[in-house]
């Protein structure tokens, strides 16, 4: 499978953000990318005033998307937000491309480090996976339940967008929790965040740093923290081959 990492800095604009998706498709699919992931909050930068911008899945900012993905002949993976039944929103992984047009709202929110997104962002309450690909946004890679719960449900590859806050030790617990989710799960994990806006910010708008690691563990490529799209071959036979070497899922008692 090859999958490519288009790790952008998004505006506050979805119109602009849009044509920065478009523009990344046709770039991976020219590379022979079946599977193009984008990070967190594509559709609008965090920062934003979240609710005016939020739209259905059948709305126009997912519906050109939509149609992004399939003029180009690929599954396309992108954070935006849509409406949530309470007046909040839900950040939303949609999911379009290959006959699916679908999203998984974010469960665990970033109630953290000082950052409330509960506070304008309902959360999901379930697991989302499309044949061998789960879906995962950002605070998720803290909570192993996620990944095993994916690869449970049949998933080789997870699919993670971030727009991971900037701090002190903040890259070292990306890369740290990246590489242990894949463990956990022995799935690839293949995570997109946000690039470095180069920007203070006290939203949580990106460090870069995208990573593709094995079910191993090992990290199988990585970029830094400016915007890059990245493209990668994934060997699927090899997470068959280290769940017999490394029998996590099926040794576990609790």
């Not at 950040?91 to 480090?113: E, P, R």
Request: aromatic residues 6%; contains cysteine; hydrophobic residues 45%.
């Amino acid at each position: 499978m090859r999958v490519a990492l288009s790790q952008i800095t998004s505006s506050p604009s979805p119109s602009a953000n849009l044509e920065l998706v478009a523009e990344q498709v046709k770039a991976a699919a020219a590379d022979g990318a079946s599977v193009v992931l984008f990070p967190e909050a594509t559709m609008a930068c965090f920062g934003t005033s979240l609710g005016p911008l939020a739209e259905p899945l059948d709305g126009p900012w997912a519906s050109a998307v939509r149609a992004v993905a399939a003029e180009a002949g690929v599954l396309v993976v992108a954070g935006m937000f849509t409406p949530a039944p309470d007046g909040r929103v839900h950040n939303t992984l949609l999911a379009t491309g290959h006959d699916q047009h679908v999203g998984y709202d974010k469960i665990h929110l970033f109630d953290a480090f000082g950052f409330q997104e509960s506070r304008t962002v309902a959360p999901g309450s379930s697991l989302v996976v499309l044949g061998e690909l789960g879906l995962a946004t950002c605070y998720d890679v803290r909570f192993p339940a996620v990944f095993t719960g994916l690869a449970d449900r049949g998933a080789s590859v997870i699919l993670l967008g971030a727009s991971w806050g900037a701090g002190p030790g903040k890259r070292e617990q990306w890369e740290l929790l990246v590489r242990a989710r894949a463990l956990d799960s022995t799935c690839w994990v293949v995570a997109c965040g946000q690039a470095d806006p180069g920007v203070p910010s006290t939203a949580p708008t990106g460090i870069g740093h995208s990573m593709v690691v094995a079910p191993d563990g090992s990290v199988h490529a990585s970029v830094g923290a400016a915007p890059e799209l990245l493209v990668v071959d994934l060997d699927l036979g090899l997470v068959e081959k280290t769940r017999e070497t490394i029998p996590v899922l099926a040794n576990r008692r609790i």
